[in-house]
Nanobody, 122 residues
Framework: QVQLVESGGGLVQPGGSLRLSCAAS????????MGWYRQAPGKQRELVATITSGGSTNHADSVKGRFTISRDNAKLTVYLQMNSLKPEDTAVYYCTMGLVVAVPWRYEYDYWGQGTQVTVSS
């Protein structure tokens, strides 16, 4: 069974940093694009950052210059380095991946993790 397991969330003071990780496991043949979304209470889900299989990245304007997405293909892992955190960054953060699953063979164009809470507060 394929799983995406996120880690690294928590409580941090404004101006602090966190690094989120999302590791895929299971019968995975390859991973295409990866991304991070977030959803704050009472707000719509927001796309935060994406990274292609070739390593090209995009970041939402609200996090540009502060957040950086990266990936380690050997570890089937995507990261989100978050610096200069603000209270408005408080949300549940979700990773998502496009996966080619080996057994049973199929393409999961939008596979999601369970989410990790990030709270920025003094």
């Amino acid at each position: 069974q394929v799983q995406l397991v996120e880690s690294g969330g928590g409580l941090v003071q404004p101006g602090g940093s966190l690094r989120l990780s999302c590791a895929a496991s299971g019968s995975i043949f390859s991973i295409n694009a990866m991304g991070w979304y977030r959803q704050a209470p009472g707000k719509q889900r927001e796309l935060v950052a994406t990274i292609t299989s070739g390593g090209s990245t995009n970041h939402a304007d609200s996090v540009k210059g502060r957040f950086t997405i990266s990936r380690d293909n050997a570890k089937l892992t995507v990261y989100l380095q978050m610096n200069s955190l603000k209270p408005e960054d408080t949300a549940v953060y979700y990773c998502t991946m496009g996966l080619v699953v080996a057994v049973p063979w199929r393409y999961e164009y939008d596979y999601w993790g369970q989410g990790t809470q990030v709270t920025v507060s003094s």
